[in-house]
């Protein structure tokens, strides 16, 4: 049932959706092929018992926190009625390597270029892992593994593995997963006091949401109800580049870390330009309670401290003048590594795969995801820059610039690389617990 | 891909139908019939619907402020065939999808929308002012009659396809300022600096 009341129903949301998994963890994304739909809903039965429901939030002393989400052709696979199917919209539908203009999916980071079977009609069943250590989870994933091994007609076709430090430090060594909003009815606080919480249809299924209306809900209701769309990106990061571009623009290492930061909108500590705008400071940045209570319009305007064309002040505009409001293309997302770490001080690329695996979670595919990846990581239009994209992840092209403004000449940085490069990803439906279950007795 | 300034022919496409955009320009053509007899008062609605300050102070700032967040360049009502029909046209930044979500965010206003609609054969019955209608609460009903009765434009050509309204705004701004900076008697002196070469081709027109 719809309901207009903020009481979100957390023991059927998955509580991978909504809740963060503590740092330090160790975890691994694997990918299934369903080449026989009774196969495939045996396997979500069996799965259905180790998914944990919103109400019990991941725990450090809980073993492992598992979540499952399936493609469209995953949907069609398990045997989905058409009518059903074609209550899903179109970015859904087509799935992430046909949205490739619209995101910027383009050169290096083509659909032609990713890694196989990513972006193909195989990628059936996401499941995650998640667990505080490598032996807890190793053990989660042999269980796991009895819920397909010598299943006729379902394949293990990917696998990745990846962590998060301590630290929280992605690969060009700053901070991440410091900005998460508040869901109304979800009693999980937001990180930046000053936003009030959004909306709980922004994120779920059967909810209100900002414009007061229901989300669009794929059908039937017993599907849709609680679910939300999982976004699944395999990042790759360009650390020595990155490094490079820092030095080549500095004369000094105090002033490779200003210019990072510039470009991130945050010190490599987490602290934000916007509450020390000259220097670092690594307790601000380890404090969860002030690391992200800011916002733009009252004394930055012009972006002096925090570049309007900064990483962080694109993918949250917060309540800086724009095109648009900012509210409405708001997301839940999370990284986390892969790779080995290049060690400090590298500037030459050793050819490793190490990136970052980016997750989105929201109810608007296109409103959410593809629009704040097209026009507000891609483009600058929104607060009248022009073309310039983000200068962290944007698929720039060597052509591109960032602006970083200044008292009295602003300063601009030229002939940006593309940093981060687009291995693969796809678009998932994370339904309910009970929409699982629904799944797993289909007939058809 | 096409580079500022210019426009990427591939750019100008339908966008999974949300209307025809050129560049970063995106535009809606809607038609509309009259109910019979309302001709006059269709009229009257839409001469209200442009003497409010919104569309009235175009020099006020802070009205500025509000269209240059939502992004709209132009909005146009025809009516023709004996004001039997009506032909609504706008052309705003981005696609159409985001831009009327974000529109009735910034400005809770679908009602003024409604008040020209409700003179259609295409709005819904219902007097649009009794609190029980649902327009009252949500901008749906008003975004349904739109996308039900929108046509995709064959062509669109905007001059500058890719200039924002808040690129208008900021380069208007800088306009003015530039003119300050030509006003002043040490103006002259102040731009034969080799710095200021590309503003002084300017400053003689």
């Known amino acids: 049932m719809q309901t207009a009341s903020t009481g979100l129903e957390l023991s059927d949301i998955q509580s991978g959706a909504l809740h963060p998994r503590p740092s330090p963890y160790a975890g691994t994304y694997i990918v299934l092929r369903i080449d026989d739909r009774r196969a495939g809903r045996e396997v979500l039965r069996r799965l259905i018992p180790a998914l944990t429901p919103a109400t019990d939030p991941a725990r450090v002393d809980q073993e492992a926190w598992v979540a499952a989400a399936l493609s469209f052709q995953g949907l069609k696979a398990l045997g989905v009625p058409q009518a059903s199917l074609d209550s899903f919209p179109l970015p859904f539908r087509e799935g992430m390597a046909a949205r490739a203009a619209h995101l910027g999916d383009v050169g290096d980071s083509a659909p032609e270029n990713w890694e196989e079977p990513l972006g193909s009609a195989d990628v059936h069943l996401g499941i995650t892992a998640l667990s505080p250590d490598k032996t807890r989870l190793e053990a989660v994933l042999e269980r796991a593994q009895k819920t397909y091994e010598q299943m006729p007609g379902i394949s293990l076709i990917w696998r990745l593995d990846c962590f998060a430090l301590a630290t929280d430090a992605e690969h060009f060594g700053f901070k991440d997963g410091i900005s998460h909003p508040a869901v109304e009815g979800s009693g999980v606080a937001g990180s930046n006091p000053e936003e009030p919480p959004l909306k709980a249809g922004e994120f779920f299924f059967g909810y209100l949401d900002e414009t007061n209306e229901f989300p669009p809900m794929p059908q039937p209701e017993i599907l849709g109800h609680n679910g939300t769309y999982i976004v699944f990106r395999k990042l790759h990061q360009r650390v020595a580049a990155f490094r490079q571009y820092l030095k080549a623009n500095a004369s000094t290492a105090e002033e490779e870390a200003f210019l990072g930061a510039k470009m991130m909108g945050r010190w490599q500590s987490g602290a934000p330009l916007a509450l020390c705008p000259t220097h670092d400071d690594p307790e601000l940045g380890a404090d969860p309670k002030r690391n992200n209570a800011f916002m733009f319009a009252a004394d930055d305007s012009k972006g002096l401290k925090t570049p309007p064309g900064c990483h962080i002040r694109r993918a949250n505009p917060r309540d800086a003048q724009i095109t648009g409001v900012p509210r409405l293309h708001r997301m839940i997302r999370r990284g986390t590594s892969y790779g080995p770490l290049l060690p400090d001080g590298v500037v030459q690329d050793d050819g490793a795969e190490r990136g970052l695996a980016f997750v989105f979670v929201g109810s608007r595919l296109d409103r959410q995801f593809e629009f704040v990846q097209r026009e507000w990581m891609n483009d600058s239009s929104f607060f009248g820059a022009g073309g310039d994209k983000d200068p962290i992840v944007g698929d720039n092209d060597g052509s591109g610039g960032f602006t970083i403004p200044k008292a009295p000449i602003r300063r601009r940085l030229a002939g940006l690389p593309q940093f981060v490069v687009t291995r693969g990803g796809e678009y998932f439906f994370a339904p309910g617990l009970r929409a699982l279950r629904w799944l797993s007795e289909l007939d058809t | ?205």
């Open chain 2, 1 to 205: 891909m096409a580079t500022k300034g210019e426009v990427d022919p591939a750019a100008t496409a339908t966008n999974d139908n949300m209307g025809t955009k050129t560049g970063k320009r995106g535009e809606l053509t809607m038609f509309y019939t009259v109910k019979p007899g309302h001709e006059k008062a269709i009229r009257e609605a839409i001469r209200a619907f442009y003497e409010t300050p919104f569309r009235q102070n175009f020099e006020d700032p802070r009205v500025v402020d509000v269209n240059v967040k939502i992004g709209v360049h132009d909005v146009r009502h025809v009516l023709f065939d004996n004001d039997t029909r009506l032909c609504w046209l706008t052309s705003f930044d981005s696609d159409w999808d985001p831009y009327i979500d974000d529109t009735f965010a910034v400005r809770d206003n679908w009602v003024e929308y409604a008040k020209i609609l409700q003179h259609t054969n295409e709005a819904p019955e219902g007097d649009i002012t009794d609190p029980n209608n649902p327009i009252q609460k949500s901008s749906r009903p008003v975004k349904d009659v739109f996308n039900g009765n929108r046509i995709l434009a064959a062509g669109f050509f905007p001059t500058f396809p890719n200039v924002t309204v808040r690129d208008i705004q900021r380069d208007e701004k800088l306009r003015k300022a530039f003119e300050q900076v030509l006003d002043h008697p040490g103006a002259e002196e102040a731009l034969s600096h080799p710095a200021l070469q590309p503003l002084l081709e300017f400053a003689s027109e």
